[in-house]
């Protein structure tokens, strides 16, 4: 009668192997955790893994060009957060062509203000060329906040 026969075969797990096995589940925990936790506290980077840019205070002035001339705007940034922006030159064709724009590019300014966000104000709806033109300029000059270290 052929047939497989298993040997049986006791283990004993004494005190000192269980002792031994603890120990190494407890450091290899630990690790674990410390690991988890170094990795999280990086500089910039979130739960997520992405990098978030902050803005550096200061004044900043953004350029953008047009065919009649450039478009300039001054931002103005305190404790991480937009506080001002200004604009110190735009096309005097603009605003000729166009009576309703200072009241349009005063909404584009607050709306960005308010919200701290460049792309908040041109998902408005409204961005004609010249408020494309002024939001770029915004744009340009937190790019550079966002460069200076």
Do not use: C, H, W
């Amino acid at each position: 009668m052929g047939g497989i026969f298993i040997k049986p075969r006791i283990i004993l797990l004494t005190k000192k192997n269980l002792i031994i096995y603890a120990v190494l589940f407890i450091v290899l925990v630990i690790g674990l955790v410390l690991l988890f936790t170094l990795r999280s506290n990086e500089a910039g980077l979130a739960a997520s893994g992405y990098t978030y840019l902050k803005y550096n205070d200061g004044v900043y002035v953004g350029a953008e060009k047009t065919e009649s001339g450039d478009v300039k705007a001054e931002v103005t940034i305190k404790n991480a957060k937009i506080k001002d922006i200004k604009l110190i030159e735009m096309p005097p064709d603009y605003i000729s062509n166009n009576p309703n724009i200072k009241d349009e590019i005063s909404d584009v300014i607050y709306t960005i203000i308010k919200k701290q966000d460049v792309a908040a104000a041109s998902d408005t709806g409204t961005a004609s060329y010249v408020l494309s033109k002024v939001i770029k300029a915004v744009r340009n000059a937190l790019n550079e906040s966002m460069l200076v270290q």
